[in-house]
T-cell receptor, first 112, second 114 residues
Framework: RKEVEQDPGPFNVPEGATVAFNCTYS??????FFWYRQDCRKEPKLLMS???SGNEDGSFTAQLNRASQYISLLIRDSKLSDSATYLC?????????????FGSGTRLLVRP | DTEVTQTPKHLVMGMTNKKSLKCEQH?????MYWYKQKAKKPPELMFV???????INESVPSRFSPECPNSSLLNLHLHALQPEDSALYLC?????????????FGPGTRLTVL
């Protein structure tokens, strides 16, 4: 079982659609959770941190369920510029340190 | 300011060359990271430095040699690389390397080994 698993995608949606991405993680001792966005041939950029209380940033809403070890990202009113790969990322303990574990990414294509 | 800079942006090298990748941050972060990313794959952790000390080496071959001269700088020395080492090399930094940290990535160096 992968440490972080995501919907494989790709998701191909029309502009204005609502799209949801899901992610599960295996280590219950994980400390922090993130969604990163990565455009083609660019570096990952932090989209948002994810909290149990849920958090919203513009048209993006993220949710963490620690009991189910499940993370979600909802994109409302999607725009052409939202086309990218979305990486679910979990900060897991490793020996006396921590390590980011990346999901394989979900590719989103928003079409006109 | 959440900027991490990396030089060079692109690098082409032969298998017998020695080259270095450089990374710099001025956010006061005390943890810095090297990742390798192949096409259509997520980043893979290579090394972690925390307070200028190497804390994680993910069984990386010795032809990759990291160095942290001070808390703002991170280098990756390359020697006798193989064509399969061609990839995007990403540097990142975070506050202390703790479990609640957020990592910020540089733009990467795209390396081609001939």
């Amino acid at each position: 079982r992968k440490e972080v698993e995501q919907d494989p995608g790709p998701f191909n949606v029309p502009e204005g659609a609502t799209v949801a991405f899901n992610c599960t993680y295996s280590n219950s001792a994980s400390q922090s959770f993130f969604w990163y966005r990565q455009d083609c041939r660019k570096e990952p950029k932090l989209l948002m941190s994810v909290y149990s209380s849920g958090n919203e940033d513009g048209s993006f809403t993220a949710q963490l369920n620690r009991a189910s070890q499940y993370i979600s990202l909802l994109i409302r009113d999607s725009k052409l510029s939202d086309s990218a790969t979305y990486l679910c990322v979990v900060n897991m303990p490793l020996a006396s340190s921590y390590k980011l574990i990346f999901g394989s990414g979900t590719r989103l294509l928003v079409r006109p | 300011d959440t900027e991490v800079t990396q030089t060079p942006k692109h690098l082409v090298m032969g298998m017998t060359n020695k080259k270095s990748l450089k990374c710099e941050q001025h956010m006061g972060h005390r943890a810095m990271y090297w990742y390798k990313q192949k096409a259509k794959k997520p980043p893979e952790l290579m090394f972690v430095y925390s307070y200028e000390k190497l804390s994680i080496n993910e069984s990386v071959p010795s032809r990759f040699s990291p160095e942290c001269p001070n808390s703002s700088l991170l280098n990756l020395h390359l020697h006798a690389l193989q064509p399969e080492d061609s990839a995007l090399y990403l540097c990142a930094s975070s506050h202390t390397g703790g479990g609640a940290d957020t990592q910020y990535f540089g733009p990467g160096t795209r390396l081609t080994v001939l």
